[in-house]
């Protein structure tokens, strides 16, 4: 009887072994693509996102959906059979109301005052604008209507380390996706930061050059989706902001060689101007090394819009804007990657 022991000791080993070598770990999901990301982006501006996913995209469920904060907002939308997730944050809000404003002026045009970025694994002096800072608390106050939880705390808490996740944005959500990807990566605990993506369509510049180098060694396959013809991209990097006027046909607007300055103008063009002033603003140290703003070209995804640009008549100011916004909007994007536009 005192053998039986051993014997039993070594059969409930070899069965535990058995057991465990049964088990196959749950492969990680793969990231959605582009072409599916950039709709979820389309109906992040729909009125009710619930709704418009439900019309849109119905093989996506929203799982997280929060109330707005001074005019930012986010969703974290599912594929229904996959463990597939995607973290969308809105662009700016078209109308004059606060959100308007809060968009427009305390984010997209404060780019003047930098703020220090402490999200980075081994890079210093990065920075970002300070209306980027100021959009991406406005994300980490976002709570989920259910749940009471904010982003952090719900890929935390409810989703599955094996799932994906894509972080997205168009325009100034694009712009606000690079903080909130950064900080995510920097701050999740180690099995839930493995499977984030980052992908942007129409992004201004967030930060500096610095920021940028964190931002591509922790995403090393990110995607910042841009066109030929999007002004949006370029601001606001000086090496190219000479670029926009003759992207948006600036030209027949102001019309510098009409104007009688005693020769001075003689020749001279919007682009050149933009970029003179681009040079006095780096020679006066208001943009040096720290505050000038950069994009990343590695993970740059050119697409060509081959719509035409310019008109031989002048155009008014709204006329030019309105141009501008059409290669910009998320619709255009949608198309170039092969999806449609919405109603």
């Known amino acids: 009887m005192r053998k039986a022991g051993p014997?039993?000791?070594?059969?409930?080993?070899?069965?535990?072994?058995?057991?465990?070598?049964?088990?196959?770990?749950?492969?990680?999901?793969?990231?959605?693509?582009?072409?599916?990301?950039?709709?979820?982006?389309?109906?992040?501006?729909?009125?009710?996102?619930?709704?418009?996913?439900?019309?849109?995209?119905?093989?996506?469920?929203?799982?997280?959906?929060?109330?707005?904060?001074?005019?930012?907002?986010?969703?974290?939308?599912k594929n229904k059979t996959t463990e597939q997730y995607s973290l969308v944050i809105r662009g700016s809000v078209l109308e004059f109301s606060?959100?308007?404003?809060?968009?427009?002026?305390?984010?997209?045009?404060?780019?003047?005052?930098?703020?220090?970025?402490?999200?980075?694994?081994?890079?210093?002096?990065?920075?970002?604008?300070?209306?980027?800072?100021?959009?991406?608390?406005?994300?980490?106050l976002l709570k989920d209507n259910t749940t009471g939880l904010n982003i952090k705390e719900f890929i935390e808490q409810k989703i599955p380390a094996h799932a994906s996740i894509v972080i997205t944005g168009h325009s100034l959500g694009g712009n606000l996706a690079y903080p909130l990807a950064g900080y995510l990566k920097n701050e999740l605990p180690a099995d839930k930061k493995i499977n984030l993506q980052l992908i942007t369509?129409?992004?201004?510049?967030?930060?500096?050059?610095?920021?940028?180098?964190?931002?591509?060694?922790?995403?090393?396959?990110?995607?910042?989706?841009t066109t030929n013809k999007d002004i949006a991209p370029v601001f606001p990097d000086t090496e190219r902001i000479g670029e926009l006027a003759k992207i948006i046909g600036l030209d027949s607007v102001v019309q510098l060689s009409k104007l009688n300055l005693n020769g001075i103008a003689d020749g001279l063009s919007s682009e050149n101007l933009l970029n003179i002033a681009g040079e006095i603003l780096e020679k006066t140290n208001v943009i040096n090394k720290?505050?000038?703003?950069?994009?990343?070209?590695?993970?740059?995804?050119?697409?060509?819009?081959?719509?035409?640009?310019?008109?031989?008549?002048?155009?008014?100011?709204?006329?030019?804007?309105?141009?501008?916004?059409?290669?910009?909007?998320i619709d255009m994007y949608a198309e170039l990657l092969g999806s449609t536009k919405l109603e």
């Open 201 to 225: 369509f129409g992004a201004p510049a967030a930060g500096n050059a610095a920021f940028v180098q964190d931002i591509e060694e922790k995403f090393p396959a990110g995607e910042r989706y």
């Open 98 to 140: 606060n959100e308007g404003f809060q968009n427009f002026i305390l984010q997209d045009l404060n780019i003047f005052r930098i703020k220090s970025w402490n999200y980075t694994d081994t890079v210093k002096e990065a920075y970002i604008s300070n209306g980027a800072w100021t959009g991406f608390q406005n994300l980490l």
């Open 290 to 329: 720290t505050n000038k703003y950069t994009q990343s070209q590695k993970h740059l995804r050119l697409l060509t819009n081959k719509d035409e640009v310019s008109s031989n008549t002048a155009l008014s100011v709204e006329a030019i804007f309105d141009k501008a916004y059409q290669f910009h909007k």
């Open 7 to 77: 014997i039993l000791v070594f059969f409930f080993v070899i069965s535990l072994v058995a057991c465990q070598s049964g088990k196959t770990k749950q492969s990680d999901a793969p990231f959605l693509a582009a072409k599916e990301v950039v709709r979820l982006n389309q109906l992040i501006y729909k009125d009710s996102t619930v709704v418009a996913f439900e019309k849109y995209a119905p093989l996506y469920e929203v799982v997280f959906l929060p109330r707005a904060v001074n005019g930012n907002y986010a969703i974290i939308a």
